[in-house]
């Protein structure tokens, strides 16, 4: 973290063109001092690499730090010889972005209006509690008996696989969206119409395809339907896709292509995005694709953080997944109590949903916010 007090009037930090630029230049915690004692970026992209190099030879009792992206710095790195030929000790601290950070942030901009219709939906969501999906039973319907106190529902899981036959279908039919466009289009306006019987929710479709294709068109489908958020559900938890190699293990490295590909596709689409994944599977690769997460026009990442051994929330991995991802987090599983929710919340959940509790327990959501309300409350008037 940049700081005043750590950089102080005795450190020079010099920074350069690029996605450090978004960091650097709006860190609440840190202001020019003295405006001998810092070098701004130039429109060079690393140019405070070398530049660094000559703040120490101009200030040699100052300490250098150049703070730069990992892209700018394989730019100018062979300057490094140079500080060693002149004796100009300088500290390059490289944030690890594996990409240049800039132009990479002007690829994945979404429009002005998803982003800010993203930014409002965040603020509106965060700290609230949403009905999870399960496949099978987060319809319409069901989403409406347990709406009270919640900020948003998710319909589904949905399948969008236009070619599957009856057999493949077999006992899940329900969970299939119809095959032609605009029945899937009415299909989906019906259920957002249930799910707001009673409450005004915001709605959210989790989507499962095996192919990229099948999915934006349900996805562009539930847009024209009226629908909030769009949840692309790449944790591979069915057996069919497993079957056919699809959803399955995409946080490994040699499916990560095929991943971030998919996700830039569906950030193409004027609805806000998020990217579910379950906390169980590959936890160090999951780790790495949240990092890279963090550049992508996303509304936010969600997180099945259940421990089966325990039967409760993981707490300690969502606090490292927080760690790794700073966006919009989500996280669910297995969240009974009011507790659980408090916990997750404490290691920076921005939501946490509620699932299996609910089927049997219509009141199950409202019973848990209402108490956690309570409790938050109780905590202010403590504290104040």
Not at 193 to 204: D, G, H, I, N
Request: charged residues 25%; glycine residues 8%; hydrophobic residues 40%.
């Amino acid at each position: 973290m940049l700081t005043s007090e750590g950089m102080n009037t005795q450190k020079v930090p010099t920074f350069k063109h690029g996605g450090q630029d978004l960091w650097s230049y709006h860190s609440p915690y840190y202001r020019v001092l003295d405006l001998k004692s810092v070098i701004a970026a130039d429109e060079q992209a690393g140019m405070g690499v070398a530049g660094a190099i000559g703040a120490k030879l101009a200030l040699p009792d100052k300490k250098v730090v150049c703070i730069t992206g990992d892209g700018a710095f394989q730019m100018h790195y062979q300057e490094s010889p140079t500080a060693v030929q002149y004796g100009a000790p300088v500290t390059w601290m490289v944030l690890d972005k594996r990409s240049l950070g800039w132009i990479r942030f002007g690829q994945n901009r979404r429009s002005p209006d998803v982003q800010k219709r993203s930014e409002d939906l965040c603020y509106e969501l965060r700290n609230g509690f949403f009905l999870s999906s399960m496949m099978g039973i987060t319809d319409g319907d069901f989403c409406s008996q347990r709406s009270e106190g919640c900020v948003m529902v998710q319909l589904g899981a949905y399948r969008a696989e236009p070619a599957a036959s009856a057999e493949a279908k077999g006992p899940d039919a329900r969970s299939f969206l119809p095959d032609d466009p605009q029945a899937c289009t009415d299909f989906l306006a019906e259920e957002c119409r249930k799910a707001k019987r009673f409450s005004e929710v915001f709605t959210c479709l989790n989507l499962a395809t095996p192919k990229l294709e099948w999915g934006l068109e349900a996805a562009e489908s539930f847009s024209q339907a009226g629908g909030d958020l769009l949840e692309l559900n790449v944790h591979g938890g069915y057996r069919r896709y497993l079957e056919q190699g699809k959803l399955r293990a995409m946080v490994l490295p040699e499916n990560q292509g095929e991943l971030f590909r998919w996700v830039g596709a569906f950030t193409e689409l004027e609805i806000p995005l998020i990217v579910k994944f379950h906390g169980q599977y590959s936890r160090q690769s999951l780790l790495q694709v949240l990092g890279e997460m963090t550049d992508l026009a996303i509304l936010g990442v969600h997180l099945n953080v259940r421990a089966e051994t325990t039967r409760k929330p993981d707490i300690d991995f969502a606090q490292t997944a927080r760690r790794r991802y700073p966006g919009f987090l989500l996280v669910s599983g297995y969240v009974r109590s009011a507790a659980d929710a408090w916990a997750l919340f404490e290691v920076g959940a921005d939501m946490v949903g509620i699932a299996e509790p609910a089927r049997e327990d219509p009141e199950c959501v409202h019973r848990i916010a209402q108490t956690f309300k309570a409790e938050y409350e109780q905590e202010q008037d403590l504290q104040g």
